[in-house]
């Protein structure tokens, strides 16, 4: 039971750090510099994206005789897997972590088209050349050394996860005066100009970590005019300099 278990986590955690991988040059050439800010964990891994690679792993691996199938169940597995994360988590944390509003064929910003057809080809890729190297690697690892690894690893990921949660509380807990705000880019840059200005933020290494990660993050919801978000920001300036 133990070997199983670690031998799935390893799997989730090996496919994380891929995802980190991918995010990071994909980002990278998109800005045209090096970001690694990639996430919202301290690690160099994005948990959907094992996870992804899990169910794929589960449900979609057996199809692998037929490509067409393969492809069509990566992109809608992922996608909804996707989708539901967005919406979890703006529901838990009143935060939008990411943003396809601009992009065609998006479903409330949460999905697009575009990543559905890359999550497809990802599928592909995962089902006929990297899933296969994964397991030959782990299946060739002593049983010894899989609950090493194993339980070593998920020591550490836990401590992130928490660092992490208790980080995005404390992202919530200092927004919560934004509530109500437009979503311009003026905005966008108004409350991250208000945030890093706050000695909560300054002096938490955790909190500048989510905001590298998230530089458009979208916390609260739309309500509100762009003129009262203006006005508390200025009265917090002239608060600060009291």
């Not at 972590?97 to 990543?115: A, P």
């Not at 999550?119 to 010894?144: A, E, K, R, W």
């Not at 050394?145 to 980080?167: P, Q, W, Y």
């Not at 919560?176 to 933020?201: A, P, S």
Request: aromatic letters at 14%; glycine letters at 4%; one cysteine or more.
């Amino acid at each position: 039971m133990l070997n199983n278990s670690c031998y799935v986590f390893l799997m989730f955690l090996i496919y994380s750090f891929l995802g980190y991988i991918v995010e990071v040059i994909n980002c990278s050439i998109i800005e045209k510099r090096l970001v690694l800010n990639r996430g919202f964990c301290l690690g160099p891994y994005l948990p959907i994206y094992g996870i992804c690679c899990l169910f794929m792993g589960g449900f979609i691996v057996k199809y692998h005789n037929d490509f067409f199938t393969v492809f069509v169940m990566s992109a809608v597995v992922c996608t909804i897997i996707e989708y539901l994360t967005s919406y979890i988590l703006e529901k838990i944390f009143k935060a939008r972590w990411w943003d396809y509003s601009n992009r065609k064929f998006n479903l409330e910003g949460r999905v697009c088209l575009i990543n559905s057809f890359y999550f497809g080809l990802g599928g592909v890729v995962f089902t006929y050349i990297l899933n296969p190297i994964v397991l030959h690697f782990l299946d060739s690892l002593s049983p010894l050394v899989l609950k090493i690894l194993g339980i070593s690893l998920f020591i550490i990921f836990l401590a992130d996860l928490v660092i992490t949660v208790k980080t995005m509380v404390e992202v919530k807990i200092s927004t919560l005066k934004f509530k109500n705000k437009d979503i311009t880019t003026e905005i966008r840059k108004l409350i991250r100009t208000e945030l890093t200005k706050k000695r909560q933020v300054k002096d938490n290494f955790f909190v500048r970590h989510m905001l590298r990660a998230f530089p458009n993050i979208d916390l609260g919801d739309k309500s509100n005019s762009l003129a009262k978000l203006k006005n508390y920001l200025i009265n917090s300036k002239k608060r600060n300099k009291l």
